[in-house]
């Protein structure tokens, strides 16, 4: 089966760091393009970035700059380096084979999350 799994969620002052981690099993990590999203409270889904199976990325305008997506091919892990966090960054973070969409048969892990507060 598919799995994804997100670490590395937590409680941050604005201006801070963290490193989300996204380990997967089950299928051809180095082949698929990944993507993290998130879920500020109260809102819907929204996507973050991308990763191509040649290591190219694309970001949401909000996260350039501060956030950086990379991947392991030979541990099949995604991850999420966040900078310079702010409190709008606050959300439930989320890896998910594929691209910028998400719909019901998006193979997804089941969160992490993400609190800046001073």
């Known amino acids: 089966a598919m799995r994804l799994s997100e670490s590395g969620g937590g409680l941050v002052q604005p201006g801070g760091s963290l490193r989300l981690s996204c380990a997967t099993s089950g299928f051809d990590f180095s082949e698929l393009m990944m993507s993290w999203f998130r879920q500020p409270p109260g809102k819907g889904l929204e996507w973050v970035s991308t990763i191509y199976k040649s290591g190219n990325t694309t970001s949401q305008d909000s996260v350039k700059g501060r956030f950086t997506t990379s991947r392991n091919n030979a541990e099949n892990t995604l991850y999420l380096q966040m900078n310079s966090l702010k409190t709008e960054d606050t959300a439930k973070y989320y890896c998910?084979?594929?691209?910028?969409?998400?719909?019901?048969?998006?193979?997804r892990g089941q969160g992490t999350q993400v609190t800046v507060s001073s």
């Open positions: 998910a084979i594929g691209g910028n969409i998400i719909n019901k048969n998006t193979i």
